[in-house]
């Protein structure tokens, strides 16, 4: 007779690994990338007020730098000194506004704006940053027409700027 065939091995426990390790790193990998997210957001932020919330905080903006946004009204520029004026409104409540420096071509009556500066005693804000803002929305000409037509209203809004 043959010898009785062995019995079989009893099969290898796994060690179970520990995840915490894993969790930890997932944690801190989360961690790191919200701050990067969150933090770069934070910086690029840019906050002001309307006339109008400005003159309902004036007591405890005044004499800060602030930012105040709005529309453009009564502009003047002279492009030998560089000196603009004109007013920011929210249609509500309007400032007169003063910036001296140059002035993006995109800055026009009835566009937003958002200037960063100071009131001075006469309530003449004081603007040492100008940003315009401008529109999202671009609509590609669908014509040859349109295509004509755009570059005919750009061209004379060029010439009368000059």
Same mark, same amino acid.
């Given at each position: @007779?043959?010898?009785?065939?062995?019995?079989p091995l009893?099969?290898?426990?796994?060690?179970?690994r520990?995840?915490?390790?894993?969790?930890?790193?997932?944690?801190?990998?989360?961690?790191?990338?919200g701050?990067?997210?969150?933090?770069n957001?934070?910086?690029?932020?840019?906050?002001f007020?309307?006339?109008?919330?400005?003159?309902?905080?004036?007591?405890?903006?005044?004499?800060?730098?602030?930012?105040?946004?709005?529309l %453009?009204k009564?502009?003047?520029?002279?492009?030998?000194?560089l000196?603009l004026?004109?007013n920011?409104?929210?249609?509500?409540?309007?400032?007169?506004?003063?910036?001296?420096?140059?002035?993006?071509?995109?800055?026009?009556e #009835?566009?937003?704006? %958002?200037?960063r500066?100071?009131?001075?005693?006469? #309530?003449?804000?004081?603007?040492?940053?100008?940003?315009?803002?401008?529109?999202?929305?671009y609509?590609?000409p669908?014509t040859?027409?349109?295509?004509?037509? @755009?570059?005919?209203n750009?061209?004379?809004?060029?010439?009368e700027?000059?």
């Amino acid at each position: @007779m043959s010898a009785p065939a062995p019995a079989p091995l009893p099969q290898a426990r796994r060690r179970r690994r520990n995840p915490l390790p894993y969790l930890l790193a997932a944690a801190v990998l989360v961690g790191l990338l919200g701050y990067i997210i969150f933090g770069n957001l934070a910086q690029s932020i840019e906050y002001f007020v309307t006339p109008t919330e400005y003159q309902a905080q004036e007591q405890t903006l005044q004499g800060r730098t602030v930012r105040i946004g709005g529309l %453009v009204k009564a502009v003047k520029y002279d492009r030998d000194s560089l000196k603009l004026s004109f007013n920011v409104t929210d249609g509500a409540a309007t400032f007169p506004v003063v910036y001296q420096g140059a002035v993006s071509d995109l800055f026009k009556e #009835n566009q937003g704006v %958002v200037v960063r500066g100071r009131f001075d005693p006469h #309530n003449v804000f004081q603007a040492n940053e100008l940003i315009v803002k401008h529109s999202e929305e671009y609509r590609v000409p669908q014509t040859q027409g349109e295509l004509k037509d @755009m570059l005919k209203n750009a061209k004379d809004a060029n010439a009368e700027g000059q």
